[in-house]
């Protein structure tokens, strides 16, 4: 069975840190471009990094570029966000999928929460 299980969110207070982990199961991550997706309340969802399959090379939007870190683990076959100086505009559901550009056919895991409060 194919599935894909983020964990890692919680609350954190502005200027903290948190790993989010998103483990894959059915298939091997490696073999997919990996996206990680944030949707707020009332927003629509929004692309935040990418990892690309073939050489490893990662995207990040502009409003996460140099707070966040996009790794993986092969030999867990797990995929990680590293984010740093959190902001409470970071607050969303964060999910992971298997594409950059997911299409109808890809995969999402069911979302962890990050929220970011003092």
């Known amino acids: 069975q194919v599935q894909l299980v983020e964990s890692g969110g919680g609350l954190v207070q502005p200027g903290g840190s948190l790993r989010l982990s998103c483990a894959a199961s059915?298939?091997?991550?490696?073999?997919?471009?990996i996206g990680w997706f944030r949707q707020a309340p009332g927003k629509e969802r929004e692309g935040v990094s990418c990892?690309?399959?073939?050489?490893?090379?990662?995207y990040y939007a502009d409003s996460v570029k140099g707070r966040f870190t996009f790794s993986r683990d092969n030999a867990k076959n797990t995929v990680y966000l590293q984010m740093n100086s959190l902001k409470p505009e970071d607050t969303a559901v964060y999910y992971c999928?298997?594409?950059?550009?997911?299409?109808?056919?890809?995969?999402w895991g069911q979302g962890t929460q990050v929220t970011v409060s003092s």
């Open positions: 990892i690309n399959s073939n050489d490893g090379s990662t």
């Open positions: 059915g298939f091997t991550l490696d073999d997919y471009d």
């Open positions: 999928a298997t594409d950059c550009v997911p299409g109808p056919d890809d995969y």
